[in-house]
T-cell receptor
Framework: GAGVSQSPSNKVTEKGKDVELRCDPISGHTALYWYRQSLGQGLEFLIYFQGNSAPDKSGLPSDRFSAERTGGSVSTLTIQRTQQEDSAVYLC??????????????FGEGSRLTVL | QQPVQSPQAVILREGEDAVINCSSS?????VHWYRQKHGEAPVFLMILLKGGEQKGHDKISASFNEKKQQSSLYLTASQLSYSGTYFC?????????FGTGTRLTVIP
């Protein structure tokens, strides 16, 4: 597709269940980012993938959160044993350029997660 | 590490000007500015690099002062389409941290 694609667009789950959120970046973009946006809040960094380098996981809030990127393309963010405080919009972005200082980020429309 | 944006919210009439400020306590490499309309993805406006750079995008411009570790976004002669939440993103050595956003509302 032309842009960053995320699925599902909406997910409602029960507390304690696991969820998987998918991101399909723009073709050819080597960098991929996950951010979390809670209601009325800013964009909280979660994880960053750059090419074949080890991902920067410094933003993951707990060990219940993990992410992988297969074949340098599609990424999956997994949240295990979901809690109500995990409710948020999870945004994925990709960038053509390497490094933070040079490339604009193209964001997907997000996956809205609601934990009951 | 999160940048501080001010003001948190502002309401303008069409044609008025506004300034949004973004600052950090950490050393900065560059500044990103994005705009997010309600229910939509954030959209890139501009990146400013070191050297006191200034840039313009239509009637939206920005400056970056790396010594003061701050950036400002200037919206001139605001239009209804400018409404949205504006985020600055500040890059350090290995990351990009976004501020909490400034909600801008332009009314007729």
């Amino acid at each position: 597709g032309a842009g960053v694609s995320q699925s599902p667009s909406n997910k409602v789950t029960e507390k304690g269940k696991d969820v998987e959120l998918r991101c399909d970046p723009i073709s050819g973009h080597t960098a991929l980012y996950w951010y979390r946006q809670s209601l009325g809040q800013g964009l909280e960094f979660l994880i960053y993938f750059q090419g074949n380098s080890a991902p920067d996981k410094s933003g993951l809030p707990s060990d219940r959160f993990s992410a992988e990127r297969t074949g340098g393309s599609v990424s999956t963010l997994t949240i295990q044993r979901t809690q109500q405080e995990d409710s948020a919009v999870y945004l994925c972005a990709s960038s053509l350029h390497q490094g933070w200082s040079t490339g604009e980020l193209f964001f997907g429309e997000g996956s809205r997660l609601t934990v009951l | 590490q999160q940048p501080v944006q001010s003001p948190q919210a502002v309401i303008l009439r069409e044609g008025e000007d506004a300034v949004i400020n973004c600052s950090s306590s950490k050393a900065l490499y560059s500044v990103h500015w994005y705009r997010q309309k309600h229910g939509e993805a954030p959209v890139f406006l501009m990146i400013l690099l070191k050297g006191g750079e200034q840039k313009g995008h239509d009637k939206i411009s920005a400056s970056f002062n790396e010594k003061k570790q701050q950036s400002s976004l200037y919206l001139t002669a605001s239009q209804l389409s400018y409404s949205g939440t504006y985020f600055c993103g500040l890059t350090g050595a290995n990351n990009l941290f976004f501020g909490t956003g400034t909600r801008l509302t332009v009314i007729p």
